[in-house]
């Protein structure tokens, strides 16, 4: 496979339920992002990874805990997630921290609904 | 903090039209994307722009960086069904890694 991978693409929850979101890149990228995205909302950056070190945490509550393995992997566990928390959760990487001659390049996303 | 102004918020136009969509910053960018989001997928990049006055195109798209650094462009000339999508602009500002994005002009073309 090539580019950034998400899986898995669509996952309903209950408030109570752990789980986690899983993102692959093959891309020999240095960095990786997690974005939320809500409708008519700019994209919302939440963790920023570079060389697997944490760079960024944006405010974003502590029932969403990402996790970098490795450079090609990126987690996002989640745990007793609010119904507001449903959106599209993507991930990005790039060839290094915010730069790249092709910027940011995008998963397809998880479309997460929690009920 | 910075803000970026993305408009229009939507277009309807007929197949064939050219489109004109833009991004106001209140600061000053380095660097500008424009993306796709296709329904149901991540956002792909149309065109990067590096430098104050750049116009770059790939294929039917044109991009231009404004001359104040604070705007962008977007052109689509002649239509077709599959421009169909949510496009973004983004800037990222000198001395940060982070990139800001538009909300994004949702476009549909009728054929």
């Known amino acids: 496979e090539t580019g950034v991978t998400q899986t898995p693409r669509h996952l309903v929850m209950g408030m109570t339920n752990k789980k986690s979101l899983k993102c692959e890149q093959h891309?020999?990228?240095?960095?990786m992002y997690w974005y939320k995205q809500s409708a008519k909302k700019p994209l919302e950056l939440m963790f920023v990874y570079s060389l697997e070190e944490r760079v960024e945490n944006n405010s974003v509550p502590s029932r969403f805990s990402p996790e970098c393995p490795n450079s090609s992997h990126l987690f996002l566990h989640l745990h007793t997630l609010q119904p507001e928390d449903s959106a599209l959760y993507l991930c990005?990487?790039?060839?290094?921290?915010?730069?790249?001659?092709?910027?940011?390049?995008f998963g397809s996303g998880t479309r997460l609904t929690v009920v | 903090g910075q803000q970026l102004n993305q408009s229009p918020q939507s277009m309807f136009i007929q197949e064939g039209e050219d489109v004109s969509m833009n991004c106001t910053s209140s600061?000053?960018?380095?660097?500008w994307l424009w993306y796709k989001q296709d329904p149901g997928e991540g956002p792909v990049l149309l065109i990067a722009l590096y430098k104050a006055g750049e116009l770059t195109s790939n294929g039917r798209l044109t991009a231009q960086f404004g001359i104040t650094r604070k705007d962008s462009f977007l052109n689509i000339s002649a239509s077709i069904p599959s421009d169909v999508g949510i496009y973004f602009c983004?800037?990222?500002?000198?001395?940060?890694?982070?990139?800001?994005f538009g909300t994004g002009t949702r476009l549909k073309v009728l054929a």
């Open positions: 600061s000053i960018f380095n660097t």
């Open positions: 983004a800037g990222q500002a000198s001395g940060t890694y982070k990139y800001i």
């Open positions: 990005a990487s790039s060839q290094d921290l915010g730069q790249g001659p092709d910027g940011y390049t």
């Open positions: 891309l020999g990228h240095n960095a």
